[in-house]
């Protein structure tokens, strides 16, 4: 199998404090992981490339420094946001791709629905 | 950036029917285009995916066809059946480098009517 966990999977916080969500993969290493944000009906919006023991690469918009990520071991990263607002709430999903130079596919985890009052 | 562009929006279609879902890409180096499906409140599953160096690839009911000249791919979904309702997602990127997210289609939302 390839199993991928996110944790919480609801979180309601208040204008201005951080949340951090965590993306585990289960059975498989995973050197890559890869945070997405998908609004309500609609599609998923890379936001950035989170690569083990090396700074994540974030996509043209998202600001490093609101959405910080670690990716600090092989089955672990974690998305923190900071001083969040409520144009922050949103639908985050995390996927990890197994390690491995042949192996391309992507496993989503559950996805974290957040929400900043 | 990579666009991927994915058309019907909404396709509705009778049980055992076929069902075509298109997309097309911008950028001429992607080399990945996996397909998936997301039921309402799931996570996306991968049903199938094709690399840039195969035309057509087929998993019992479900094929994907790969033009790379014309840039568009293809979801065909035969004999289809109610448990196929769900939204289709098509997605395109070039592997390797660390840098290989994935450029997602807008979705298609496939109804099967009995």
């Known amino acids: 199998g390839a199993v991928v966990s996110q944790h919480p999977s609801r979180v309601i916080c208040k204008s201005g404090t951080s949340v951090k969500i965590e993306c585990r993969s289960l059975?498989?290493?995973?050197?890559?992981m890869f945070w997405y944000r998908q609004f309500p009906k609609k599609s998923l919006m890379l936001m950035a490339t989170?690569?083990?023991?090396?700074?994540?690469?974030?996509e043209q918009g998202v600001e490093k420094d609101k959405f910080l990520i670690n990716h600090a071991s092989l089955t672990l990263s974690t998305l923190t946001v900071t001083s969040a607002h409520p144009e922050d709430s949103s639908f985050y999903i995390c996927?990890?791709?197994?390690?491995?130079?042949?192996?391309?596919?992507?496993?989503f985890g559950p996805g974290t629905r957040l929400t900043v009052t | 950036g990579e666009n991927v562009e994915q058309h019907p929006s909404t396709l509705s279609v009778q049980e055992g029917d076929s069902a075509v879902i298109k997309c097309t890409y911008s950028?001429?180096?992607?080399?990945?285009f996996p397909w998936y499906k997301q039921e309402l409140g799931k996570r996306p599953q991968l049903i199938i995916d094709?690399?840039?160096?195969?035309g057509e690839k087929k998993d019992q009911r479900i094929a994907v066809t790969l033009n790379k000249t014309a840039k568009h791919f293809s979801l065909h979904i035969t004999e289809t059946q109610p448990e196929d309702s769900a939204v289709y997602f098509c997605?395109?990127?070039?592997?390797?480098?660390?840098?290989?997210?994935?450029?997602f289609g807008k979705g298609t939302h496939l109804i099967i009517q009995p």
């Open positions: 989170s690569n083990e023991g090396s700074k994540a690469t974030y």
């Open positions: 996927s990890a791709r197994k390690a491995g130079t042949s192996v391309y596919e992507q496993y």
């Open positions: 950028d001429s180096a992607s080399n990945y």
């Open positions: 997605a395109a990127t070039l592997t390797g480098g660390g840098a290989d997210g994935l450029t």
């Open positions: 059975d498989f290493q995973a050197t890559t």
């Open positions: 094709i690399r840039s160096n195969v």
